[in-house]
């Protein structure tokens, strides 16, 4: 993968294919034209932060083709901003399902999750609470044959086996 983009498509596509979220709206960030006012549970799927914990050039062992691997590690933090009308729906019940989820289904292999208190988001009428879940990731550039990096960085994903 080298995209960060493309690592939300593939966790909103996750959360739209699974059965516990079928009432609930999924988007990445959260798009300018809303509706409003809510119809139906909203969850915005958004970068957070991307950390890096070591210096770009760390030896990381070697890629699944064999070839020798330079790079960094880094933390990658999401976040999934919940929205909910104020009319009963309870928004850590999705918090909870989302957090299942992202530990057990999704195949990153998040090392934290947590979210925020409760708030009243008035732009949008509802109830929200901001969850952020961590996993660590290698920004990784294979050596050439003629020993300079590639100038293309692959972002090589801790997933659980």
């Known amino acids: 993968m080298n995209d960060l983009g493309k690592l939300k498509k593939d966790l909103v596509s996750l959360l739209k294919g699974n059965t516990a979220f079928a009432n609930i709206k999924v988007t990445e960030e959260y798009p300018k034209v809303r509706d409003y006012p809510l119809r139906r549970p909203v969850i ?9 914990t070591s210096n770009i050039g760390k030896y990381l ?3 699944i083709d064999g070839g020798e691997m330079q790079g ?3 933390m990658i933090t999401l976040r999934f901003d919940l929205f909910c009308r104020d009319d009963g729906t309870d928004p850590h019940e999705i918090m909870e399902k989302l957090c299942g989820v992202l530990l057990f289904e999704s195949g990153y292999s998040f090392t934290k999750l947590g979210c925020s208190e409760v708030q009243w988001d008035k732009d949008m009428g509802a109830v929200k609470l901001t969850v952020r879940g ?3 990731a ?9 020993g300079e990096f590639a100038e293309e960085v692959d972002i090589a994903l801790a997933v659980n086996n």
């Open 61 to 63: 062992g070697y890629g």
């Open 134 to 136: 961590s996993f660590f």
């Open 72 to 74: 960094s590690t880094c």
């Open 44 to 52: 915005s799927v958004g970068l957070d932060s991307a950390d890096m």
């Open 138 to 146: 290698a920004l990784t550039a294979g050596l050439l044959e003629s």
